[in-house]
């Protein structure tokens, strides 16, 4: 089993950092982040943190990565991108972390989380003008990344330019076609996006490309109305749960897999995933509130929406408040989704008791289309 073998590991090789830095995701990805916790916690016990303060920051900040901590996360990537041992693993980790890459499928509605737009690409642009260059595809999309996720309008316009090209190339990886379907759907061209997101919908999942596809599945899974094809929703949540088991993920599928037949309990697993994300992202959040205003919960709708408000400035000490691309920024787009649902729960108490019911069949309030 992975996760013994993952523990062992990590018990017989303890001071291995560069090995243990490349299982701490693994760990992630099969739902067992915990061994990585119980790890640093024994490992300063063992007062080994300061002896090798550098590499054992770079695990500690992966860690931190995986629980929404992006403070601390960042705190401890920050040193290690100076240090030529680490500072190639730390830079891709942090620019990752910047962009938002394990929260927020780039390219989808969820709100920015990080910095302002300028300042997110002027620390990436910083941080990856000593990255050497490589013809790795995943480092290229690495260098994509701070576009996509703080670019204005302008600068996606240029990227997809660049990137159009490959639309019409049926044999693209799936870096690149993560890529251009960002880049379409920020651009406002969803029925083009979708159209590339068929063609990885039913590929062969292998580990080299596991992050991109999985992506791209819950990419998909997004763009569809979970009302009308909540069923197609479902299994691609669940595909992408086979082999991530991410808290996250189990609690989205989960979610999804009750439908429209069970809001409460729907409601329950979108606040678990909610939670799994340091309740930043946007997807579980809207659909934590369209569930909870389904289930005729008005007050802890207005509660989910006014978090969701808070929530969108994590790394305000790093660079101020979340900003906006323009003023048809994505951030507009699904604040006016919050304001919807805000509105309708406002209606649903202003209902007397005997008005509202218990359950509602007809006129079952939809999931607002962002699109």
Same mark, same amino acid.
């Given at each position: 089993?992975?996760?013994?073998?993952?523990?062992?590991?990590?018990?017989?090789?303890?001071?291995?950092?560069?090995?243990? $830095?490349?299982?701490?995701?693994?760990?992630?990805?099969?739902?067992?982040?915990?061994?990585?916790?119980?790890?640093?916690?024994?490992?300063?016990?063992?007062?080994?943190?300061?002896?090798?303060?550098?590499? $054992? +920051?770079?695990?500690?900040?992966?860690?931190?990565?995986?629980?929404?901590?992006?403070?601390?996360?960042?705190?401890?990537?920050?040193?290690?991108?100076?240090?030529?041992? &680490?500072?190639?693993?730390?830079?891709?980790?942090?620019?990752?972390?910047?962009?938002?890459?394990?929260?927020?499928?780039?390219?989808?509605?969820?709100?920015?989380? &990080?910095?302002?737009?300028?300042?997110? /690409?002027?620390?990436?642009?910083?941080?990856?003008?000593? /990255?050497?260059?490589?013809?790795?595809?995943?480092?290229?999309?690495?260098?994509?990344?701070?576009?996509?996720? $703080?670019?204005?309008?302008?600068?996606?316009?240029?990227?997809?330019?660049?990137?159009?090209?490959?639309?019409?190339?049926?044999?693209?990886?799936?870096?690149?076609?993560? +890529?251009?379907?960002?880049?379409?759907?920020?651009?406002?061209?969803?029925?083009?996006?979708?159209?590339?997101?068929?063609?990885?919908?039913?590929?062969?999942?292998?580990?080299?490309?596991?992050?991109?596809?999985?992506?791209?599945?819950?990419?998909? +899974?997004?763009?569809?109305?979970?009302?009308?094809?909540?069923?197609?929703?479902?299994?691609?949540?669940?595909?992408?749960?086979?082999?991530?088991?991410?808290?996250?993920?189990?609690?989205?599928?989960?979610? $999804?897999?009750?439908?429209?037949?069970?809001?409460?309990?729907?409601?329950?697993?979108?606040?678990?995933?909610?939670?799994?994300?340091?309740?930043?992202?946007? &997807?579980?959040?809207?659909?934590?509130?369209?569930?909870?205003?389904?289930?005729?919960?008005?007050?802890?709708?207005?509660?989910?929406?006014?978090?969701?408000?808070?929530?969108?400035?994590?790394?305000?000490?790093?660079?101020?408040?979340?900003?906006?691309?323009?003023?048809?920024?994505?951030?507009?787009?699904?604040?006016?989704?919050?304001? &919807?649902?805000?509105?309708?729960?406002?209606?649903?108490?202003?209902?007397?008791?005997?008005?509202?019911?218990?359950?509602?069949?007809?006129?079952?309030?939809?999931?607002?289309?962002?699109?």
């Amino acid at each position: 089993m992975a996760s013994s073998t993952y523990r062992q590991l990590l018990r017989t090789f303890p001071d291995d950092f560069a090995n243990i $830095f490349r299982i701490i995701p693994l760990l992630n990805r099969i739902g067992y982040l915990h061994y990585a916790k119980a790890y640093l916690d024994e490992h300063k016990g063992r007062g080994l943190e300061k002896q090798n303060s550098i590499s $054992f +920051a770079c695990c500690a900040g992966m860690y931190y990565r995986y629980t929404g901590d992006l403070r601390r996360a960042v705190e401890k990537f920050l040193p290690a991108t100076k240090v030529p041992e &680490t500072a190639l693993m730390a830079t891709q980790a942090l620019v990752e972390l910047i962009c938002n890459w394990d929260l927020e499928v780039v390219g989808s509605f969820n709100l920015p989380s &990080t910095l302002k737009g300028e300042d997110g /690409l002027d620390m990436c642009s910083t941080l990856l003008k000593d /990255l050497p260059h490589s013809t790795d595809v995943s480092a290229g999309v690495l260098r994509h990344l701070p576009i996509l996720a $703080f670019g204005t309008s302008t600068d996606v316009a240029i990227l997809l330019s660049e990137l159009e090209p490959l639309e019409l190339n049926l044999d693209i990886s799936p870096a690149h076609g993560l +890529a251009l379907v960002s880049a379409l759907l920020l651009s406002g061209h969803k029925e083009r996006a979708v159209a590339v997101l068929r063609r990885y919908e039913k590929s062969a999942w292998n580990f080299q490309h596991a992050d991109y596809l999985e992506r791209m599945w819950l990419l998909l +899974a997004e763009q569809l109305d979970i009302n009308n094809r909540g069923d197609e929703v479902s299994q691609l949540i669940f595909r992408t749960m086979e082999f991530n088991k991410s808290g996250y993920i189990v609690n989205m599928y989960e979610a $999804f897999h009750c439908g429209a037949q069970n809001f409460p309990k729907a409601a329950e697993c979108f606040r678990r995933a909610f939670e799994a994300t340091g309740y930043r992202d946007f &997807t579980s959040g809207e659909r934590l509130a369209w569930a909870q205003l389904n289930a005729n919960r008005p007050m802890e709708v207005i509660e989910v929406l006014d978090m969701l408000e808070r929530k969108t400035t994590v790394l305000g000490g790093m660079g101020g408040d979340a900003g906006t691309r323009d003023a048809g920024s994505k951030t507009a787009i699904v604040m006016a989704s919050v304001q &919807t649902m805000r509105s309708q729960a406002l209606g649903q108490l202003m209902l007397r008791p005997d008005e509202r019911g218990t359950s509602r069949t007809e006129g079952t309030a939809r999931r607002q289309s962002r699109t």
